[in-house]
C-alpha cells in the first residue's frame, strides 16, 4: 500500500470532502471536511483499505488562522502492511464540535475525553464527556495558546532574555 | 457472563430494590497499597464479584505536553523520563528519535546498536518489575525481592552510561553524551553471563506453579478484537494473540539486524500477559547479545553540532565549538519546520510521539501516545464478573504505569 494509492482511494471515494494533502516526512496526511470525517475514518475501517486500527487522537490550536482555529488529529494505522495515516479537521473556536468515533472504536472514548479536557472541543455522541486529566471545576481548556504555562501575575520571574 | 454480570445478577432477582441491600460499593484507590500507583476504581460488588466499575485519573497530571510548549527540545527529554519510570531510557531514547526524525540527520551505527542494548536492558528491567509484582499481588513476594537484586545491576549499567538511575535522561539528539566506559562493559558481560541463571530461577518459581497459575488464568481475559478496538498494543495486544510489534513492523535503529522472535499468547488473560513478558526478556537478551557482539566501531554521536554540547576542551580553545555551547546552553538551536509521528515498543507498547515545529525554539505541539492511558480504560470491562482478587493481578499484569497514565 502506497500513499498515492490510499490517496486515490479516499479521493475517488470521497471528491468533495478532502479539503488538500500532503506528505510530510512521508506521512499521508489529509484535511478533511469537519462534517465527513466520521464518514472517512468509517470507510478507511470497513473497506479493503483495512485501517482499521487508531492509533491516536489529538487537537492543536492555531489562534493566527480564526477560520480554522482548532484541530482535530486522528492518526490511523493497516497493521497488516504498517500504512499509517494522518487525517486532520479544522473549525472554528464558536463552532468547535465534531463527530464522536465512540461508535466506531472503543479507545475513542478516552482520547476524546483528554481532547475536551485540553482544548474544549465538544464531540457529537460522546456517551460521557467530561474532562479527564485536569480537575473538573478548573473551568477553562489550559492547552489553548493563550493560557501561559506560569502564572502571568508573577513579578519575579523574567525569562524574556532566555528567547522564550 | 462476563460482559452481562450485572444484567445476570439483575435477572436473579425480581427487582432492583431487592438487590439494593445486597449490592456495596467499594473504593479501590486513590491510594490503595495493592494497585502500585495513584488509581481509583469505584466497585459495585455482590459479595467478593465485581459487577461494575469506574475508574478516575489524572491525579497526578503534571502537563508534560503544555510544559513541553515552553521547553527546547533537549529539556524535553527529562519529561520524557517521567512517564513510564521504569523503562526511562526508551522514552529518551524514543524522544531523540523523533527530533532526529524531524532534523533528517543521519545516525551512525554505533549509536544505534549502542541504543539497542540499553533500550533492551531497559524493557529487561520493566519486565522485572511487573513480573515480579505480580507474583507477589499472587502471594508470593520472593520473586520480587529476587529480581530487584537484578534490577539493580541494570540501573547500576545507566549509571555508568549517564549518571543517574531512575529518571536517566540517557543520551543526547544524536547520539550519547559518552561512550560505553570500561566499567560498563565489564558490568554488561556480568550481567549476561549471571541474569539468565536468576531469570531461569524466576521462571521455574511461577510458570508452572499451580497456585500461580490457578489465581491468573481466566482473569481479566480481553479478546483480540476488543483489544484492538481499545487500541491496545504491547504485551497487552501479544497476549490475545496477535504478533504485533513496533521493532518489527517499522524497524527503529536497526532493529532489523537482529535475529528475535514476538511471542503471543492466545486468551489475552493475566497469564498470558505475564508469559508474554517472560518469553520477551529471552528475547531482549538475544537482542543485546547479538548487539553487543557485533557492536561496530565509530563515533558515539551523530554530526549535529547545533544539538550536541561540545567537549570542554573545544570549548575553550575552539570559536565555533564556543559559538555553539552558547546556542545549545541558551537555547537558540531552532529545527525546521514540519510535523512528524514517530513511535517506539515502549515496556508497555507503542510509545507515540506526534511533534508539531513551526520552526521555532521549542515545539508548537507535542501529543504523547502513552500506551497505559489507552489500555486502562479496558480495566473496568476487564475485571468485571471477576472477583476483587482478579482485579488486583489484573491491573498489575497490564503494567499500568501512574506517570504514564497521566503524563
Request: glycine fraction near 6%; proline fraction near 4%; include cysteine.
Amino acid at each position: 500500500m502506497t500513499n498515492d494509492f490510499v490517496l486515490e482511494a479516499i479521493t475517488r471515494e470521497f471528491p468533495e470532502s478532502v479539503i488538500s494533502h500532503d506528505t510530510p516526512y512521508d506521512f499521508l496526511t489529509l484535511e478533511i471536511k469537519k462534517e465527513d470525517i466520521k464518514k472517512v475514518i468509517h470507510h478507511l475501517k470497513d473497506s479493503s483499505l483495512q485501517i482499521n486500527f487508531l492509533t491516536d487522537i489529538c487537537g492543536i490550536h492555531y489562534p493566527e488562522t480564526p477560520e480554522k482555529e482548532i484541530g482535530v488529529i486522528y492518526h490511523l494505522h493497516n497493521m497488516m502492511t504498517n500504512f499509517r495515516i494522518r487525517l486532520k479537521t479544522f473549525m472554528t473556536r464558536e463552532n468547535a464540535e465534531v463527530d464522536s468515533m465512540t461508535d466506531l472504536y472503543a479507545g475513542a472514548n478516552w482520547m476524546e475525553r483528554e481532547t475536551f479536557d485540553f482544548y474544549g472541543i465538544k464531540f457529537k455522541g460522546h456517551p460521557d464527556l467530561r474532562v479527564i486529566l485536569n480537575m473538573e471545576d478548573l473551568g477553562y481548556h489550559p492547552m489553548l495558546k493563550e493560557y501561559r504555562l506560569e502564572d502571568g501575575t508573577r513579578t519575579d520571574k523574567d525569562d524574556k532574555m532566555f528567547g522564550r | 457472563m462476563k460482559d452481562n454480570a450485572l444484567s445476570n445478577i439483575l435477572n436473579q432477582h425480581d427487582s432492583k430494590e431487592q438487590i439494593d441491600g445486597q449490592l456495596y460499593t467499594l473504593n479501590l484507590g486513590p491510594t490503595h497499597p495493592a494497585t502500585h500507583g495513584i488509581f481509583q476504581n469505584v466497585l459495585t460488588m455482590d459479595g467478593e464479584r465485581i459487577l461494575h466499575a469506574e475508574q478516575t485519573v489524572g491525579y497526578i497530571h503534571r502537563a508534560f505536553e503544555k510544559i513541553s510548549e515552553r521547553r527546547n527540545f533537549t529539556q524535553i527529554t527529562t519529561l520524557t523520563d517521567r512517564m513510564n519510570y521504569c523503562s526511562a531510557p526508551i522514552n529518551n531514547i524514543g524522544w531523540h528519535l523523533t527530533v532526529e526524525k524531524l532534523l533528517g540527520c543521519e545516525i551512525p551505527k554505533r549509536v544505534d546498536y549502542m541504543r539497542v542494548i540499553m533500550m533492551e536492558l531497559a524493557r529487561i528491567s520493566d519486565h522485572l518489575i511487573c513480573n515480579g509484582v505480580i507474583a507477589m499481588d499472587a502471594g508470593a513476594i520472593t520473586g520480587l525481592t529476587y529480581l530487584f537484586q537484578e534490577r539493580e545491576r541494570i540501573y547500576e549499567m545507566y549509571e555508568e552510561v549517564c549518571g543517574a538511575r531512575l529518571t536517566t535522561n540517557m543520551g543526547r539528539i544524536g547520539g550519547f553524551e559518552r561512550d560505553f566506559t570500561p566499567k560498563f562493559h565489564e558490568l554488561l558481560k556480568t550481567f549476561l553471563k549471571k541474569f539468565p541463571v536468576v531469570w531461569q530461577d524466576f521462571c521455574s518459581l511461577n510458570e508452572r506453579n499451580r497456585i500461580f497459575m490457578d489465581r491468573t488464568i481466566n482473569a481479566g481475559p480481553i479478546s483480540a478484537e476488543r483489544a484492538l478496538s481499545y487500541g491496545f498494543t504491547g504485551p497487552n495486544l501479544r497476549a490475545t494473540g496477535v504478533d504485533y510489534d513496533v521493532r518489527v513492523a517499522q524497524p527503529y535503529c536497526s532493529y532489523e539486524d537482529f535475529d528475535f522472535i514476538i511471542p503471543v499468547g492466545t486468551s489475552g488473560d493475566t497469564y498470558d500477559r505475564f508469559m508474554v513478558r517472560q518469553q520477551e526478556v529471552w528475547e531482549s537478551l538475544k537482542i543485546i547479545e547479538q548487539a553487543y557482539t557485533n557492536l561496530p566501531e565509530g563515533p558515539f554521536h551523530a554530526d549535529l553540532p547545533e544539538f550536541y554540547l561540545p567537549e570542554k576542551a573545544d570549548v575553550y580553545n575552539n570559536m565555533e565549538a564556543l559559538i555553539y555551547h552558547f546556542k545549545i546552553v541558551m537555547a537558540e538551536t531552532e529545527v525546521p519546520k514540519g510535523e512528524v509521528y514517530s513511535c517506539v515498543e515502549g515496556g508497555n507498547g507503542e510509545l507515540g510521539f506526534y511533534l508539531v515545529s513551526d520552526g521555532g525554539r521549542t515545539p508548537y505541539r507535542l501529543h504523547f501516545r502513552r500506551p497505559c492511558f489507552i489500555y486502562y480504560q479496558a480495566y473496568p470491562e476487564m475485571i468485571q464478573g471477576g472477583l476483587i482478587s482478579d482485579a488486583i493481578v489484573t491491573l498489575c499484569s497490564m503494567n499500568v504505569i501512574a506517570g504514564e497514565l497521566d503524563a
